[in-house]
């Protein structure tokens, strides 16, 4: 499976950025789709995920901001971002989550950067 993520770039605060991430595949295999991110100097934490039945769920810190849909025909998730603040400057990871009846599979894209000025 490879996911790749774009849509990254400098914008400044109050304004809007679409992230997407197609995958190799088709994503309706895959239990959920979500969009993390890594500012530096801090973890890796979930922004949004949605599942396959097109359950969704945010972050706090983003509620009401951002919004993430999938379009399966596509095989792409993705992420509206407005009124950005600088605190949401990072890198957007893609991730696709397979449930297995004994495991968790986590698939990964290469990361797209997003950088919010003041």
């Known amino acids: 499976v490879q996911l790749q993520a774009s849509g990254g770039g400098l914008v400044q605060a109050g304004g809007s950025l679409r992230l997407s991430c197609v995958a190799s595949?088709?994503?309706?295999?895959?239990?959920?789709m979500g969009w993390y991110r890594q500012a530096p100097g801090h973890q890796r934490e979930l922004v949004a995920g949605?599942?396959?039945?097109?359950?969704?769920n945010y972050a706090d810190s983003v509620k009401g901001r951002f919004t993430i849909s999938r379009d399966n025909a596509k095989n792409t998730v993705y992420l509206q971002m407005n009124s950005l603040k600088p605190e949401d400057t990072g890198v957007y990871y893609c991730?696709?989550?397979?449930?297995?009846?004994?495991?968790?599979?986590?698939?990964w894209g290469q990361g797209t950067l997003v950088t919010v000025s003041s």
């Open positions: 949605i599942t396959n039945g097109g359950y969704t």
């Open positions: 595949g088709r994503i309706h295999r895959f239990s959920s």
């Open positions: 991730n696709a989550r397979k449930v297995v009846v004994s495991a968790i599979l986590d698939y």
